[in-house]
């Protein structure tokens, strides 16, 4: 079956004008070009459109996704099992947080007694999800399942003491971060204060640290985009690479 650029917007619910930009970034193509001028799709079209807005409901890049698409390997079906476990991930997620909410009201209103624990696992489920989402794959590959998944666990098991004490360590890291920037003094205690900082947060999160791990998180920060955006977004533009020659400065 066939559709104009029209029909496609109305079937799937997103506008012409964002179909002519997949369009224009060869995000998706139409199968041809009518006589009128008129974009024309088709249903491997359809399937790859579907393809595409899966992935940006999980808040994956345009840019992304087309790499995705494009590789030689790509397999739908593969794709689509991955995507269908996300969601049920996220559906677990979503769970958590509404059983904190549900609780939430019922111990404000004195019905039911709730622990400082139970107040935030659903936020704490929430992060976790977000990280598994972004970096799961990446760090079960480099240090295995079992301790990704001590790590979960632990984070889990923080108290609010141990978050908003992660909250301070990390303030402390980004300013000591963005003076080694400016002065690019790898050995100033700025750079001593940065690594320590980040070690502390580490050791609070993981419950195996060993300089290995410390050294080829470093590594992660810099040698993949999405670690990299994490302190380039909040610290600078070199932050992540900054933070990589200190931990590898200090590790030895």
Do not use: C
Not at 27 to 52: F, H, M, V, W
Not at 119 to 135: D, H, P, S, T, V
Not at 206 to 218: A, D
Not at 222 to 241: H, K, L, P, Q, S
């Amino acid at each position: 079956m066939e559709y104009t650029i029209k029909k496609v917007a109305e079937l799937s619910g997103i506008s012409t004008r964002t179909l002519r930009y997949y369009d224009e970034i060869d995000l998706l193509k139409p199968a041809r070009i009518n006589s009128s001028g008129y974009r024309i799709y088709g249903t491997k079209e359809i399937d790859r459109l579907q393809q595409i807005l899966f992935y940006r409901s999980l808040e994956m890049k345009l840019e992304d996704i087309q790499k995705l698409l494009n590789e030689p390997d790509y397999d739908p079906q593969k794709a689509l099992q991955q995507h269908y476990e996300q969601l049920l991930e996220k559906r677990t997620m979503i769970d958590h947080l509404i059983l904190t909410v549900e609780k939430t009201i019922h111990y404000q209103k004195g019905e039911i007694d709730m622990t400082d624990k139970e107040k935030f696992i659903g936020f704490k489920q929430q992060k976790l999800q977000e990280n598994e989402e972004r970096y799961g794959q990446e760090i079960r590959e480099k240090y295995g399942e079992e301790t990704v998944e001590a790590s979960n666990k632990q984070w889990l098991n923080l108290s609010e003491a141990d978050v908003e004490k992660m909250e301070r360590i990390e303030k402390e890291l980004f300013a000591a971060l963005k003076i080694v920037i400016e002065t690019k003094d790898y050995q100033s205690d700025e750079a001593k204060t940065a690594f320590s900082k980040h070690r502390e947060w580490l050791m609070i999160t993981s419950p195996n640290y060993s300089v290995e791990m410390h050294k080829g998180l470093g590594q992660m920060y810099v040698g993949d985009e999405r670690f990299a955006a994490y302190y380039n977004d909040r610290v600078g533009d070199t932050a992540a690479d900054t933070l990589n020659q200190i931990i590898q400065q200090f590790t030895k």
